[in-house]
């Protein structure tokens, strides 16, 4: 029997998966055109390696976390992974998601993908759209809001950071060597952040 950090999971993975070729699509512009498969890769692995019955959130998200490190190369691995481990801390010994648990396990990631990436906002990442989520959510959930609603604004929130990204040049990684002709392209680590926060509304929604 599944359980539903397991079914979050499986979702995030196969809408990645759905995902890897536009994402590809995507880092071919600005990168090395991997991202989509790496990102693929590294969420089959997750879907195979997390135990499906599973019930403690913390130690769920910090065995995925450990597969992405292990599995999907480039830059996104280390920060994929971060972002997972840190987040796993808060959720420890935990099986439900509150608002403030999730805003929490937000900020966690933030910090683990700024050290480890040595990354700001305003750099053409995934920090472009994961910080206006975080904010966002944080925003709506001190006025008051329910977790979904917030989390609804969250991911609206995300997807004008991808938008973002679109006009500013990049200064971190691969597509740093663009420079300005970086410029008009989104990125893939953004939209595909975007996508993991879609999916987690979805699932939670549904």
């Known amino acids: 029997m599944s359980t539903r950090i397991y079914d979050c999971l499986k979702a995030i993975g196969e809408r ?3 995902n890897k070729d536009f994402l590809t699509d995507l880092d071919r ?3 090395d055109a991997d991202h989509g498969v790496n990102m693929a890769r590294g969420f089959q692995g997750v879907i195979e390696k ?3 019955d599973e019930a403690d ?6 065995k ?3 597969t992405l490190l292990s599995t999907v190369g480039g830059a996104s691995g280390p920060l994929y992974g971060t972002a997972y481990m840190e987040a796993a801390k808060v959720f420890a010994g935990k099986t439900e998601v509150t608002g403030e648990d999730f805003k929490a396990s937000l900020a966690a990631a933030i910090e683990g993908i700024k050290k480890r990436g040595h990354a700001e906002k305003g750099e053409k990442t995934m920090l472009d759209a994961l910080i206006p989520a ?3 959510l944080s925003e709506k959930l001190s006025g008051g809001s329910e977790f979904l609603e917030a989390l609804e604004a969250a991911c609206q929130a995300a997807n004008e950071g991808v ?3 679109k006009t500013i040049a990049a200064t971190k990684g691969r597509a740093s060597y663009l420079g300005e002709r970086s410029i008009g ?6 939209t595909s952040l975007t996508i993991t926060l879609e999916t987690i509304r979805d699932f939670l929604k549904g």
């Open 16 to 18: 990645i998966i759905e």
């Open 29 to 31: 512009e600005i990168g």
């Open 50 to 52: 997390v135990p499906e």
């Open 57 to 62: 959130i913390g130690a769920a998200l910090k």
């Open 64 to 66: 995925a976390g450990m």
């Open 134 to 136: 975080y904010d966002t």
């Open 163 to 165: 938008e973002f990204t």
């Open 185 to 190: 392209h989104q990125d893939p680590g953004a």
